[in-house]
């Protein structure tokens, strides 16, 4: 079968890190795999490019018939049988392109599109239009599901759910990972993969560590409110407790080091790859009610769900698994048997073939 993603760019991020997963781990599949970048590269893109999988930059931006004509013929250029359109752009330009020929479009959404892009009524009328013309949409959670529906309209016999996308692997030995960034046996550590946007209120965060003492917080990404955050984390009350990483590629050893992962997203996140890692590690998750993450973390199963934009409630949560390890590493055994059964990358990439044969 011949796969084609289509995206606009290929820069850093869970949505960035789940497409080379999927292309990498089709090609495996034996699949001829290539990947169309609507404006520009990125470092995935040419990690990509280094494993063999090839990226084409279209250079298209606006929505018009010269644009879709370019990425129209790049489909047929690499004889395109499936074109799997990550985000609302790529979903507008894929299926256009499609339309009138032999290609099959798989939409894929992974945020709360109605919130994400502020969506006017005009646009969600042009994205309901869309919805009618052939192919297929796979919505990354039930929640983003749930916004097509009742927000914009589409009908939901047209979208599935398909949430994972995470390689296993084998687990790496906590006090080694802890010697790697230098964190002390006993520490009390605490864990954030997201970029330093907005919309990842890294400020609840900081304000729920604050009430925490001794608690270690370790953010991984990068993004503009990184001095915001860095002028926050050198008052007294968080002083010396927060380490700002930057971007990593592979999180594993960061969270062999941790005692629990932290997600405080606020007002969207469709799934959050990070809480899917977390689970894989065998850790405990505390999140805000938002979106898609109380999917993946079971209020009082596999970690705490609190409300958004409430540190208070988010201390608590810290405090409960620290105060109680025991509680703690109960949450990330059945946390990990989840990612097994839901979210592993074999059985996603099965069902995403399944997706595409039924198109």
Avoid at 182 to 194: E, G, K, M, N, R
Avoid at 229 to 254: N, T, Y
Avoid at 332 to 347: I, K
Wanted: glycine share 8%; hydrophobic share 40%.
């Amino acid at each position: 079968m011949n796969i084609t993603h289509v995206v606009v760019d290929l820069k850093s991020g869970g949505l960035e890190k789940l497409i080379a997963t999927i292309a990498l781990g089709q090609r495996e599949h034996g699949h001829n795999v290539n990947v169309v970048c609507l404006s520009a590269g990125g470092d995935t893109a040419e990690f990509l490019q280094d494993k063999g999988i090839p990226v084409h930059i279209a250079g298209v931006q606006t929505v018009r018939p010269v644009s879709v004509k370019k990425v129209h013929n790049l489909f047929l250029s690499t004889h395109t049988d499936i074109a799997h359109l990550h985000t609302m752009p790529a979903g507008a330009f894929g299926r256009l392109a499609v339309a009138g020929t032999r290609i099959k479009s798989l939409y894929h959404v992974h945020t709360i599109l109605s919130v994400a892009h502020r969506m006017t009524r005009k646009e969600m009328i042009q994205e309901w239009t869309l919805s009618h013309l052939k192919g297929h949409i796979l919505a990354i959670s039930e929640a983003v599901k749930r916004d097509m529906v009742e927000r914009i309209k589409v009908n939901p016999h047209k979208i599935s759910v398909l949430s994972g996308g995470v390689q296993d692997e084998t687990s790496i030995d906590k006090i080694k990972a802890r010697n790697q960034f230098d964190i002390a046996d006993d520490a009390s550590v605490i864990v954030c993969l997201a970029s330093l946007t907005k919309v990842k209120d890294h400020k609840t965060l900081l304000e729920g560590v604050a009430r925490v003492p001794d608690a270690l917080l370790l953010l991984a990404g990068e993004g503009p409110l990184r001095e915001k955050i860095e002028c926050r984390a050198s008052r007294d009350d968080l002083k010396g407790r927060v380490r700002l990483l930057g971007q990593i590629r592979d999180v594993s050893p960061l969270l062999a080091a941790s005692d629990m992962v932290a997600m405080t997203s606020y007002p969207r996140e469709g799934l959050s790859l990070a809480l899917v890692e977390a689970a894989r590690a065998g850790r405990p998750a505390v999140v805000t009610n938002v979106g898609g993450m109380p999917e993946v973390v079971q209020n009082g199963i596999t970690g705490f769900v609190v409300p958004p934009r409430n540190p208070e409630a988010l201390a608590s949560a810290f405090s409960r698994l620290l105060n109680h390890p025991g509680t703690a590493q109960k949450f990330g055994s059945v946390a990990r048997e989840r990612f097994l059964q839901r979210y592993e990358l074999t059985p996603y990439l099965s069902r995403l073939e399944q997706l595409y044969q039924m198109l």
